[in-house]
């Protein structure tokens, strides 16, 4: 009888080794599809252009003056961790600490329609081929078969972060993602003459996902771009060069960046050649302890009812370093003033005619 | 010419290894964006011009065999051997995994040659040094005469390419997506331009 038992879960552990094998094996296939016009969602250099200029149409005609004249100042864009499916479904957490963030820098357009872990914001849940199965996951989540079931989950997101770590596929990765994240910029306002400073807030895997968006929404956009790692797995991706400034905050309790130093060599301290190193001595990078927050669940960084020995919530606490980094970069001289008129801004910007000049970190 | 059944194993493996190599370096294909049939045919085209610089190796260690240390041995023979130093490649397709393939294809490419070495040192009993001589002359070799542009041999691969997948030149995955980039950048603000020239025309 036990024989049977320990031969059915070995049985079952091979299953589910073997499962996640393919899996990583497959997981470049959405963005090398979709990059190659396979998937029915080929992407067009025009559709970004297309939404840029939906903003010049309802300034034009929609909005009334005051308010189409009324940009926010700075742009944050909040990244999901491994755990989440879609950008809709984030947990209630993450919720309370995008309300509490909004309170805390109201300057802010903060856009958190932005799944992540697809080159087409399509969540997992959505339409695609195994999108039934994510949903049944998904629905039995809080049970404990569920709650197991939910690890492919992790390990789909987890290999995700891998491609978009990895130098042959992570430009096509990153890329989508980061023409997404341009669609919803846009949606929001965003400066079609650039400028205006974008920042990215990675949780966990969404940290590395940041990274590697960095430079095309930095050539994109022409836009600073800024990032606030929230617990990220941060590897070795060169994006980093195209970072204004990098806050990392690290909880007492979270061994799970830890992960980013040990496996990417670019991280490691002798190679000081590496992109990494050479923006860790350049200054732009800014470790921050906020406490012993765990990585996820109870006590993590958006934990609305842990409270720290000062009595603020792990939330609170959170918010408050982002929203003094916030306040750091709206200090720049690039920002845009948030009662500023377009037309003063247009004046005040200065163009960026060596756009296509740029050096490429990707040649 | 009559090949006998180890000849034929070894050329299956060749080309089962060369096959799964190929794919698994197929990230090339996807970034310049060719189709489903160009995709299959690009593959099976790359798979026969990297069998085509085997079987030049080939040529080259029996040539080097012969006059450095004058052993000399069948093409046949030495075909096999070659060939089965490549079945690590086998597992070539798995290179395709994020990350850890980076570093799979690296030992695959060392233990390729350790294999090979290992092989012309047994199979013409010469020493080491001997036999990486002789194993990795025909490789210097090979790279030098593909670097002589005068022979021309891009163009001849151009032509071949286009011929068989349609496509002349597969170009580099990160000058693609950067190009795209910039495509994305200009005509966002070209439209802007043209957009706002358009509202300053009507009013």
């Known amino acids: 009888m036990i024989d049977l038992a320990v031969n059915t879960a070995l049985a079952a552990l091979g299953v589910a080794l073997l499962l996640l094998f393919i899996m990583a094996l497959l997981s470049p296939l959405e963005a090398l599809s979709w990059w190659a016009g396979w998937s029915g969602h080929a992407p067009n250099p025009t559709d970004i252009s297309k939404e840029a200029l939906k903003e010049v149409d309802e300034e034009a005609t929609e909005k009334p003056p005051a308010e189409a004249e009324r940009r926010p100042g700075i742009y944050l864009v909040y990244l999901t961790a491994i755990g989440g499916v879609s950008a809709d479904e984030i947990s209630f957490r993450e919720r309370v600490f995008l309300e509490k963030l909004h309170e805390a820098a109201p300057e802010a357009a903060i856009i958190s329609d932005v799944f992540p872990f697809s080159v087409t914001n399509n969540p997992l849940t959505g339409e695609r081929l195994f999108g039934w199965l994510w949903r049944k996951i998904q629905e039995r989540r809080k049970t404990v078969t569920g709650g197991m079931l939910a690890g492919f989950i992790f390990a789909r997101n987890l290999f995700n972060v891998a491609v978009s770590a990895d130098p042959r596929y992570g430009p096509i990765n990153n890329s989508g993602v980061a023409r997404e994240i341009s669609k919803s910029l846009y949606r929001e306002k965003y400066p079609i003459e650039g400028g205006a400073p974008v920042v990215i807030m990675g949780w966990s895997g969404g940290g590395q996902i940041a990274v590697g968006v960095a430079p095309f929404l930095n050539l994109g956009l022409d836009a600073p771009v800024y990032i606030i790692s929230i617990g990220g797995v941060l590897t070795d991706d060169p994006g980093v060069a195209f970072v204004e400034h990098l806050w990392h905050l690290q909880g007492g309790k979270d061994k799970f960046p830890l992960i980013g130093d040990v496996l990417f060599p670019g991280r490691w301290p002798v190679a000081r050649g590496s992109a990494w190193n050479k923006f860790k001595a350049a200054g732009k990078m800014t470790k921050i302890d906020p406490g012993p927050m765990n990585h996820t669940g109870k006590g993590d960084y958006f934990d609305p009812k842990m409270t720290l020995p000062n009595g603020q919530t792990h939330v609170e606490k959170t918010v408050s370093i982002i929203a003094e980094a916030v306040r750091s970069i709206a200090t720049m001289p690039h920002v845009v003033d948030s009662q500023e008129s377009v037309a003063e801004y247009d004046e005040r910007q200065k163009p960026h005619p060596d756009f296509l000049n740029h050096d490429s970190f990707l040649t | ?203």
Do not use: C
């Open chain 2, 1 to 203: 010419m009559v090949l006998s059944h180890d000849q034929w194993m070894a050329l299956i493996i060749l080309i089962f290894s060369t096959f799964s190599l190929i794919i698994g370096n197929s990230v090339v294909l996807f970034a310049n964006r060719v189709s489903r049939g160009q995709f299959i045919r690009s593959i099976f085209a790359f798979t026969f011009l990297f069998i085509l610089s085997i079987f030049l190796w080939t040529l080259s260690i029996q040539f080097f065999a012969a006059a450095f240390f004058g052993k000399h041995k069948p093409l046949a023979d030495v075909l096999i051997l070659v060939a089965t130093s490549f079945t690590p490649f086998i597992f070539g397709f798995l290179i395709l995994t994020p990350h850890l393939g980076y570093y799979l294809y690296a030992l695959l490419r060392i233990w390729v040659t350790v294999n090979l070495v290992l092989n012309v040192m047994v199979a013409y009993q010469f020493d080491l040094i001997q036999a990486i001589i002789v194993s990795l002359l025909g490789w210097l070799l090979l790279e030098l005469i593909s670097s002589l542009s005068f022979l021309r041999l891009n163009d001849v691969k151009r032509w071949f390419l286009k011929l068989t997948t349609g496509k002349a030149e597969y170009k580099d995955p990160n000058d693609l997506v950067l190009e795209y980039v910039k495509m994305q950048r200009k005509l966002t603000l070209e439209a802007a331009k043209s957009a706002k020239g358009v509202e300053g025309g009507q009013e």
